[in-house]
C-alpha cells in the first residue's frame, strides 16, 4: 500500500502540468480524466512505484521531484498500450518520454540506465564486446558458421548521444 505524504502547496510546481503539455500538445495530459484504463492495460503495472494514471495525476498536481524520482518512467517498455486504449487521446507515451529527458537534465536518473549509456557511449555496444568475451563470441559464432560481428560507427553512436541530451549524462560518468 502507498505510504500517505503531506505536501504543502507551497512545495507544488504549479507550472510543471503547463510545462508538460506544452511540449505535448494536442494529446495533453490536461485532457486526462483519471479512468485507469491506461494502468489497466499497463504490462510493467506490478513493477513500478506509480502506476501511468498516478503518474499523470502527479504531474497535474505538480509533484515533480515525485515523478521525475519515479522509478515508473524509466521501468515503462513503451508498448505504448496506454496510448492506444486512452478515450481521451492522451499521449502517455510520449510524455514519458519527456519525463525521461526532464529527468535527465536535472540529473535524476538510475544508477542501471546512466551505466548503459556510458557502455554504449565508450564501446557501442550494450554489453562490452572487448578482451575473453570477444573471443568467446567470435569462436562461437566462427563454429556456426555466423559472419563476425561489424563493430559500430562509435562517431555516429556518440553524435546520436549527444544530441539527445544523453551526452552529459555519458561525461558525467566517465568524469566521475
Avoid at 540529473?107 to 562490452?128: H, W
Avoid at 539527445?164 to 568524469?175: F, S
Wanted: charged share 25%; proline share 4%; net charge neutral.
Amino acid at each position: 500500500m502507498t505510504e500517505m505524504v503531506k505536501k504543502n502547496a507551497s512545495d507544488l510546481d504549479t507550472k510543471f502540468r503547463y510545462e508538460i503539455s506544452e511540449k505535448v500538445g494536442a494529446k495533453s495530459l490536461l485532457k486526462c480524466i483519471q479512468c485507469g484504463v491506461c494502468s489497466s492495460g499497463c504490462t510493467v503495472t506490478e513493477y513500478v512505484d506509480m502506476q501511468p494514471h498516478r503518474v499523470v495525476a502527479s504531474c497535474l498536481l505538480g509533484l515533480r521531484d515525485e515523478v521525475l524520482s519515479s522509478q515508473a518512467i524509466w521501468t515503462c517498455s513503451l508498448c505504448h498500450r496506454c496510448t492506444e486504449r486512452c478515450p481521451k487521446n492522451v499521449d502517455y507515451s510520449f510524455i514519458l518520454a519527456l519525463l525521461r529527458n526532464m529527468a535527465v537534465k536535472e540529473g535524476t536518473v538510475p544508477k542501471e540506465y546512466s551505466s548503459t549509456v556510458v557502455t554504449i557511449y565508450n564501446n557501442g555496444f550494450v554489453v562490452p564486446y572487448t578482451g575473453g568475451l570477444k573471443d568467446n563470441i567470435d569462436r562461437r559464432r566462427n563454429k556456426m558458421g555466423l559472419p563476425q560481428i561489424v563493430p559500430p560507427d562509435l562517431e555516429e553512436i556518440r553524435f546520436i548521444i549527444e544530441e539527445t541530451g544523453l551526452g552529459e549524462l555519458a561525461k558525467n560518468k566517465e568524469d566521475k
